[in-house]
């Protein structure tokens, strides 16, 4: 009879324990990703669709003598780190608020940039926002965190990732520029240029800014990640040559697909299709709320940058030529995608995005430390008492009765 009493006393507090797991998982701001997710899925425009003419005029203002220049001019502001937590990456993000704060007084009707604070940390992500007629958005990202995985060292972060805020730079320059604006047609689409907080920690700025716009009901019509845009000294010595790296693992289906065909249509290099195998940028956090997101980076995973998180990762690694066609590519990305006056959703096809379970615990413990501590010290104790309810069943007297209580409690 004690024995059984203990056993009773033993469950219930097992599925008691259990229980909370339960709840502080289903409460994780994560837990979704365990689940396949629906995104929405349009139709973009296909090649005879194309502004061509205009893609191309746009494309020619892209300077790689201005984007060298920059990438230099920010080599040298942020010399040490633009760690997310830190006071150098604090005041990196205001610098370049300062930056897009410049931009907003060519047209302070329809520019606007936001600076979208965080709880956790002090490094704001930010959002240079250009109004077109329609409420759909158009999101080209980038990040402004650095970080060398030696807590003691530098992170320089040139290519990972100035590389890729010289991009965004560059094509809303091109995209708030009056001589060049003027000449355009109406704006169909609202174009957003993000500079996340965060990313390197687990994409934290571009999870809250994506679980707000979700929030919110924002439409979200396509959002492409520039992450490391110079590096192309792994392709050259493989005999593979300059490319894209077009990663497809992580990724919108359909607007990887229309990523792809900007690449055949507007770039004088190919794509090669990569695999991130993991959670590996900001696209991400679009795709974990159900919006398009697509990568493309400098090269093929496996030749990228080596000297990424390092205080190596500096200027002498960047082919400035290589960065020029990422610029152009995006500048080809908005362009069509800002005057397409229709966008619909697709009705023959929809985009799922599935992650596996060890994202979900690597995101888990980078978006809510606290939490998923609790969880590890819970699921340790649930498996403890059951370890000790098993022996005690095995070994004890009373395994009849044991073997009852176990029943009634199922």
Request: glycine share 6%.
């Amino acid at each position: 009879m004690q024995l059984t009493r203990d056993l009773t006393v033993q469950l219930g507090s097992l599925m008691v324990l259990f229980t909370i797991l339960v709840v502080v998982l289903k409460n994780s701001s994560v837990y979704p990703i365990l689940f396949n997710t629906l995104i929405d899925t349009y139709q973009y425009p296909r090649k005879p669709d194309f502004h061509v003419s205009l893609t191309r005029s746009l494309i020619g203002d892209v300077s790689e003598e201005r984007l060298g220049h920059r990438l230099e001019e920010l080599s040298q502001l942020f010399p040490d780190s633009r760690y997310y937590n830190s006071e150098s990456g604090y005041r990196s993000a205001l610098y370049f608020y300062d930056v897009l704060q410049g931009f907003t007084q060519r047209d302070r009707g329809r520019y606007t940039v936001r600076r979208f604070k965080h709880n956790g940390w002090r490094q704001p992500t930010l959002i240079f926002r250009i109004q077109g007629i329609h409420e759909q958005i158009v999101i080209l990202g980038c990040h402004l965190d650095s970080m060398n995985l030696n807590p003691f060292a530098n992170a320089p972060g040139v290519d990972d990732n100035l590389s890729g805020i010289d991009v965004v730079l560059e094509a809303l320059d091109i995209f708030t520029n009056e001589s060049i604006v003027s000449d355009l047609p109406v704006l169909q689409n609202t174009l957003e240029f993000h500079f996340y907080a965060a990313e390197e920690v687990g994409s934290l700025g571009s999870q809250e800014v994506f679980k707000e716009y979700r929030k919110n009901n924002r439409k979200v019509i396509a959002m492409l990640q520039q992450d490391m845009t110079g590096y192309t000294e792994g392709s050259n010595k493989k005999g593979i040559g300059e490319h894209f790296g077009i990663i497809t693992d992580y990724a919108s289906v359909t607007l990887t697909e229309f990523v792809k065909s900007l690449v055949d249509q507007y770039s004088e290099i190919p794509y090669l299709e990569t695999r991130c195998r993991k959670v590996c940028s900001d696209h991400v956090s679009s795709l974990m709320y159900g919006y398009p997101g697509a990568y493309a980076l400098e090269s093929v995973v496996d030749m990228s940058n080596p000297y990424i998180h390092s205080d190596q990762d500096t200027l002498e690694w960047i082919n400035i030529g290589h960065v020029r066609k990422h610029a152009e590519l995006v500048v080809a990305y908005i362009s069509e995608l800002a005057f397409t006056e229709d966008l619909p959703l697709a009705s023959s096809v929809k985009d799922y995005m599935s992650f596996g379970y060890y994202d979900f615990i690597i995101m888990f413990s980078m978006t809510d430390t606290f939490r998923f501590v609790w969880c590890v010290a819970l699921l340790a104790t649930c498996v403890a008492l059951g370890g000790s309810i098993y022996d005690d069943v095995r070994g004890g007297e009373g395994v009849d009765q044991a073997y009852e209580v176990i029943a009634h409690h199922e």
